[in-house]
C-alpha cells in the first residue's frame, strides 16, 4: 500500500538530510531560496517576514540549525495550494487582443507567473503597438510579440512559476519511467502469471496523476493537481541572498 501523508511536513523532515546531532543545517542563500521557489506562499507571507522566521536559530557564521519543533513551526508558511501547469506564452492566441482582453491576460496569466508589474506589462504594450505591431488600436499579437512576452516572464519569473516549472520537471521524469516501465513490460518474453500482472498493473497506477492539469491560458480560472514541495531540488553549495 502506498504511504499515507498525514502531515507533509513531517515527510519532509524525516527526508532532509541532517547534522549528526539531528538538526538541519541550512546555508545562509538557502533562506531566500526557499522563498524564491515555491515553498513559502508568497501571496500571505514576504520575504522579510521569512526570513525573520529564522531570527532565533541563527548562527554566528550566518546559518541556522533547525531542530524539529523549530521546522514544524514553519509550517503556516510553507504553500499547500494547487501547482498548475506553467503558462507558455507561445500558445497565446495570434491576432488582435483588446485592452479589455489584455487585462485578462495580465490578471490571470502574466502576474501569476512573474513579478512584472502592471504598469511595466502596460508600457511594453504600448512599446509593441509603436513598434507597428498594431491594428484597429488593438495589439496585434504574433510569434515575435509572444517571444517578448515569453522573454518578460523567464526574465523576472515569480516564486510560483519556478514552482510550477520545477513540478513539471518531475512529472516529465515520473511519465518517463511510467513509459520505460510499460515499454519493458510489453517486450518481456516471459509470461509470469496473473499475481504479478495484477501487482505490477497497481505500481503502473500508482505512478499515474490521478487528477488533470488544466492551461491557465483558458478564459476560466484553471484548476490543478496538489503536490508537495518536498521533491523540489536544492542547488549544492552556498547562495548568495
Same mark, same amino acid.
Given at each position: 500500500?502506498?504511504?499515507?501523508?498525514?502531515?507533509?511536513?513531517?515527510?519532509?523532515?524525516?527526508?532532509?538530510?541532517?547534522?549528526?546531532? /539531528?538538526?538541519?543545517?541550512?546555508? %545562509?542563500?538557502?533562506?531566500?531560496?526557499?522563498? !524564491?521557489? /515555491?515553498?513559502?506562499? @508568497?501571496?500571505?507571507?514576504?520575504?522579510?517576514?521569512?526570513?525573520?522566521?529564522?531570527?532565533?536559530? &541563527?548562527?554566528?557564521?550566518?546559518?541556522?540549525?533547525?531542530?524539529?519543533?523549530?521546522?514544524?513551526?514553519?509550517?503556516?508558511?510553507?504553500? %499547500?495550494?494547487?501547482?498548475?501547469?506553467?503558462?507558455?506564452?507561445?500558445?497565446?492566441?495570434?491576432?488582435?487582443? *483588446?485592452?479589455?482582453?489584455?487585462?485578462?491576460?495580465?490578471? $490571470?496569466?502574466?502576474?501569476?507567473?512573474? *513579478?512584472?508589474?502592471?504598469?511595466?506589462?502596460?508600457?511594453?504594450?504600448?512599446?509593441?503597438?509603436?513598434?507597428?505591431?498594431?491594428?484597429?488600436?488593438?495589439?496585434?499579437?504574433?510569434?515575435?510579440?509572444?517571444?517578448? &512576452?515569453?522573454?518578460?516572464?523567464? !526574465?523576472?519569473?515569480?516564486? $510560483?512559476?519556478?514552482?510550477?516549472?520545477?513540478?513539471? $520537471?518531475?512529472?516529465?521524469? !515520473? #511519465?518517463?519511467?511510467?513509459?520505460?516501465?510499460?515499454?519493458? !513490460? #510489453?517486450?518481456? &518474453?516471459?509470461?509470469?502469471?496473473?499475481? %504479478?500482472?495484477?501487482?505490477?498493473?497497481?505500481?503502473?497506477?500508482?505512478?499515474?496523476? @490521478?487528477?488533470?492539469?488544466?492551461? %491557465?491560458?483558458?478564459? *476560466?480560472?484553471? @484548476?490543478?493537481?496538489? &503536490? #508537495?514541495?518536498?521533491?523540489?531540488?536544492?542547488?549544492?553549495?552556498?547562495?548568495?541572498?
Amino acid at each position: 500500500m502506498p504511504e499515507e501523508i498525514h502531515d507533509p511536513m513531517e515527510y519532509i523532515w524525516e527526508r532532509v538530510p541532517k547534522t549528526k546531532e /539531528g538538526l538541519i543545517h541550512y546555508l %545562509a542563500g538557502d533562506i531566500p531560496y526557499l522563498y !524564491r521557489n /515555491g515553498f513559502v506562499d @508568497t501571496v500571505k507571507y514576504t520575504y522579510q517576514q521569512w526570513k525573520e522566521a529564522f531570527n532565533d536559530v &541563527l548562527q554566528p557564521d550566518g546559518s541556522y540549525l533547525v531542530n524539529k519543533d523549530k521546522f514544524l513551526s514553519l509550517r503556516k508558511y510553507r504553500y %499547500a495550494g494547487p501547482v498548475f501547469q506553467p503558462f507558455d506564452p507561445a500558445k497565446v492566441r495570434e491576432g488582435e487582443w *483588446s485592452d479589455q482582453e489584455l487585462k485578462k491576460l495580465y490578471d $490571470r496569466s502574466i502576474k501569476p507567473s512573474s *513579478s512584472v508589474e502592471e504598469n511595466v506589462f502596460w508600457n511594453s504594450v504600448k512599446m509593441l503597438k509603436n513598434q507597428g505591431f498594431a491594428q484597429n488600436g488593438n495589439l496585434l499579437v504574433n510569434k515575435a510579440v509572444k517571444s517578448q &512576452l515569453a522573454y518578460l516572464i523567464e !526574465r523576472f519569473p515569480s516564486p $510560483r512559476r519556478r514552482l510550477e516549472k520545477e513540478v513539471s $520537471r518531475i512529472r516529465e521524469e !515520473r #511519465d518517463a519511467q511510467l513509459r520505460e516501465a510499460i515499454k519493458n !513490460r #510489453d517486450t518481456s &518474453l516471459f509470461v509470469t502469471g496473473k499475481g %504479478a500482472s495484477e501487482v505490477k498493473r497497481d505500481e503502473f497506477k500508482k505512478m499515474e496523476s @490521478t487528477a488533470s492539469v488544466k492551461s %491557465a491560458l483558458d478564459n *476560466s480560472q484553471p @484548476t490543478g493537481e496538489t &503536490l #508537495d514541495i518536498k521533491s523540489l531540488r536544492k542547488p549544492k553549495g552556498k547562495i548568495k541572498g
